[in-house]
């Protein structure tokens, strides 16, 4: 059983950055390959960012790439998304996933992918 607390949203305007955290219980967290998500309000939860089990491998949405970065510390259980250049559409709950799969880009981009969420996170940008 993981458990995951996500922290950092916040009210930015555009063109700004924020800093996601999300932080893991138990000893297995360098077992999970560890997934960004977000929903926007009327919206299906759509993919942000994965990382692998290492750290050494990353895949983001295209919208993303190149302004958000993910990251994992598993000496910490905790897992990052950078986000800068934020836009007004990139406003959304975020949430973060841990998943028992081996990475791969065809088998850690989608919510069913992930065996443990955490409650979300609120990223609101202003224009």
Known sequence: QVQLVESGGGLVQAGASLRLSCAASGRTFS???MGWFRQ???????????????????????????RFTISRDNAKNTVYLQMNSLKVEDTAVYYCAAGTKPWSIASTTHPYDYDYWGQGTQVTVSS
């Open 31 to 33: 077992a999970h390959t």
């Open 40 to 66: 926007a309000p009327g919206k299906e939860r759509e993919f942000v960012a994965t990382i692998s089990r290492s750290g050494s491998y990353t895949y983001y949405a295209d919208s993303v790439k190149g």
